[in-house]
């Protein structure tokens, strides 16, 4: 009876034994699983830390983010403050400076970043005709922005605007400027004719012009374009050549800014029949 317990236990012993070698592979998968999901978890832990995680790789430089958000801050200061100078009358946008000089800045910031989109400046098309002819020639820059045209040519040269930053400029309202009647020989509007009152400042410019003196304008050519809400250049033309000034050059072949030239005539108008001025078109740059 023992021996044959004895070989049943052996059997028993024989029968649980195989069943070892079978729990053994169960668990080595386990094993292998924890390892690589702590390897995974290792390189994961290593990537945030050295910055390797393609979410954060697509992330924009720091620097880079901030010139982007001040660049677009500056171009919704700017926005608002050329539609306010187009919407408002000389006196107004003088006073306007005149509170907070910064302003004038931050606008001509703007409006420098927005020439560097412009193919060819009308200022530099101006320079050239200067420059072909005499030095002797006064000019009055009305709205002179950074002085360009004085630091330019070789003439004399009055430069007027908003607020003064420059020795060479003087501050004032285009329309009361402190020159003598009949003092110059050129005046000139690059891209300022701005005001709601922008009559006047033509008016100012027939002031202070000498007989045969020229006129010379630039605009922006939307402002001309009367199929979309811009004034019909023929009304234009005529409301300058009522004050006193004979058309002699009409160029639209820039497709960005239109050049008028006019000289005043050599004897004033004895009929002062009321002037027809246009409505020019505010020049309003699109949010990007």
Not at 81 to 96: I, Q, R, V
Not at 197 to 204: D, L, V
Not at 223 to 245: C, E, I, M, Q, W
Request: with cysteine; net charge positive; aromatic share 8%.
């Amino acid at each position: 009876m023992k021996e044959e317990a004895t070989s049943r236990n052996g059997k028993r012993k024989r029968q649980r034994n195989p069943k070892t070698p079978k729990e053994e592979p169960n668990e080595t998968p386990k094993n292998q699983n924890n390892d690589k999901k702590r390897q995974r978890d290792t390189k994961t832990h290593k990537s945030n830390q050295h910055g390797g995680s393609s979410a954060l790789s697509k992330r924009p430089k720091p620097s880079n983010f901030l010139d982007t958000l001040r660049e677009k801050l500056s171009g919704g200061n700017f926005r608002r403050l050329n539609e306010k100078l187009y919407t408002c009358s000389g006196k107004e946008a003088l006073d306007y400076f005149n509170e907070d000089p910064t302003l004038f800045d931050m606008y001509h910031t703007g409006y420098q970043q927005q020439m560097t989109n412009w193919p060819e400046l009308p200022v530099n098309s101006i320079i050239s005709w200067l420059s072909s002819r005499s030095s002797s020639l006064v000019v009055a820059d009305f709205g002179c922005g950074d002085a360009r045209i004085a630091k330019s040519v070789k003439n004399k040269v009055f430069s007027f605007d908003l607020v003064s930053k420059d020795p060479s400029v003087i501050a004032c309202d285009m329309s009361n400027t402190p020159l003598e009647s009949s003092s110059v020989d050129v005046a000139v509007f690059c891209l300022s004719l701005m005001g709601t009152n922008y009559s006047s400042y033509i008016k100012e410019a027939h002031r202070v012009l000498r007989p045969s003196g020229w006129l010379l304008i630039a605009e922006v050519k939307s402002r001309f374009d009367p199929n979309n809400g811009g004034a019909d250049p023929k009304d234009f033309v005529k409301a300058v050549s009522d004050l006193g000034f004979s058309s002699s050059l009409k160029d639209f072949s820039n497709k960005m800014f239109i050049l008028l030239h006019f000289k005043k005539k050599e004897q004033l108008n004895s009929n002062k029949k009321k002037i027809e001025w246009p409505e020019l078109k505010a020049c309003l740059y699109k949010r990007r």
